[in-house]
């Protein structure tokens, strides 16, 4: 069976127009019965040429839960083909936080009516491999342990809220359940080869499951429908202008991205030579601080050079001053030698006169005593002739030097 491709917005938004169907996928995705579902103010938000690759269809939805009680939930589902939606997203789920539209009256407050989003995704997500990822909310103490008294709360709902993530490249032939039967048809893998606009359906995978029929007959409509093949044919000339513009923004990209890592390079060179040129500052500064120590150094060693100097001019003087005295004091000392000498030669000539003088007083002495010898003898011959005074008269004597050489003679 040959229907239109649902990956088209204007497919996903005629196949959501429809109450029922929109009712068998979102049971489908949330796993509940939806008993009644209503498109927000009919909102179909598409966009400009780049917002092409986002489309987004916001539900209000009754649920029945298990123990049959109904509530209203919200529903914001968006359908991305690719992996740079996160930024508008997170706009459109801030735009629903902030809609007053989606409050309403409690037993004491207004609250928040809870929301689920769910993000149809035309790419897969990291290495996350299952096709259809649920994310929920859980309350935990700080044991982390799961808090289920008291909950669900409608404040803590109107903070937070769950997702539903599929990846429509991971549904590759999965009909095992009645979520990937209804996911199926945005299974790209079951395209027509020369026409994208129409997926090949083998019904024998859905024979027993009548809720499907009525998906495949809506989809047989937009196939038939001249309106819905003439936007998707649009969707397609615009999708090759996207493409080709996305091929040249990654182009750009490639060449941006290069030019970031010439530019971190040039960044990474400029902050190793401005660290460079620092460490030479830094190297200058010190080898300045040296050279000024240096200097000072030298001023402190020339002073001290000069003060020595001076000192040692000053001990030179004093040593010429003492060598003119020592000189003054040897021409003293070589006078006095002088003196000496003469005063010796002088000594000597005394000395020589005084033995002389000594041998005229020694031959006088020997005269005398020869002389007193032959005058004693003498006084002994002529002492039986004469009297003292006699022999005093005829010597030329003394009485007295008569009587001495008597007694010397005894």
């Known amino acids: 069976m040959k229907v239109a491709n649902p990956i088209y917005d204007i497919v996903f938004k005629y196949l959501m127009e429809d109450e029922r169907i929109a009712r068998t996928i979102l049971s489908a995705l949330l796993k509940k019965e939806v008993t009644h579902v209503e498109q927000r103010r009919n909102e179909y938000v598409k966009g400009s040429l780049k917002g092409l690759t986002l489309s987004r269809i916001d539900f209000g939805a009754t649920v029945r839960e298990d123990n049959g009680e109904e509530k209203l939930i919200l529903v914001e589902m968006q359908k991305a083909w690719v992996d740079t939606e996160t930024e508008r997203f997170r706009k459109y789920l801030a735009e629903q936080y902030g809609d007053q539209e989606n409050m309403m009256k409690g037993p004491r407050n207004e609250y928040a009516i809870p929301m689920v989003a769910v993000y149809l995704l035309g790419h897969t997500v990291g290495d996350i491999e299952e096709p259809v990822l649920y994310v929920r909310q859980q309350a935990y103490d700080y044991r982390d342990r799961p808090v289920t008294k008291g909950l669900p709360d409608p404040f803590v709902d109107s903070l937070t809220h769950g997702s539903i993530i599929v990846q429509i490249p991971r549904l590759r032939g999965l009909v095992n359940n009645k979520l990937f039967k209804?996911?199926?048809?945005?299974?790209?893998?079951?395209?027509?080869?020369?026409?994208?606009?129409?997926?090949?359906?083998?019904?024998?995978?859905?024979?027993?499951?009548?809720?499907?029929?009525?998906?495949?007959?809506?989809?047989?409509?937009?196939?038939?429908?001249?309106?819905?093949?003439?936007?998707?044919?649009?969707?397609?000339?615009?999708?090759?202008?996207?493409?080709?513009?996305?091929?040249?923004?990654?182009?750009?990209?490639?060449?941006?991205?290069?030019?970031?890592?010439?530019?971190?390079?040039?960044?990474?060179?400029?902050?190793?030579m401005t660290t460079d040129m620092q460490q030479m500052t830094t190297d200058m500064q010190q080898m300045t601080t040296d050279m000024q120590q240096k200097e000072s150094e030298l001023k402190q060693m020339t002073t001290d050079m000069q003060q020595k100097d001076s000192e040692l001019q000053q001990k030179d003087s004093e040593l010429q001053q003492k060598d003119s005295e020592l000189q003054q004091k040897d021409s003293e000392l070589q006078q006095k030698d002088s003196e000496l000498q003469q005063k010796d030669s002088e000594l000597q000539q005394k000395d020589g006169e005084l033995q002389q003088k000594d041998s005229e007083l020694q031959q006088k002495d020997s005269e005398l005593q020869q002389k007193d010898s032959l005058l004693r003898k003498s006084v002994l011959a002529l002492k039986t002739t004469m009297s003292a005074e006699q022999i005093a008269a005829t010597l030329g004597i003394t009485a007295d030097e008569v009587e001495r050489l008597s007694k010397n003679s005894l």
């Open 182 to 272: 209804v996911l199926s048809i945005f299974d790209q893998s079951h395209i027509e080869r020369r026409n994208k606009q129409i997926i090949d359906i083998d019904e024998a995978d859905y024979e027993d499951d009548d809720y499907m029929q009525p998906i495949f007959r809506r989809l047989l409509e937009a196939v038939s429908d001249k309106e819905v093949r003439k936007e998707m044919s649009i969707e397609d000339e615009i999708g090759a202008l996207l493409q080709k513009h996305e091929t040249e923004i990654l182009a750009m990209g490639d060449k941006l991205r290069k030019a970031s890592m010439d530019i971190k390079q040039m960044t990474t060179d400029m902050q190793q």
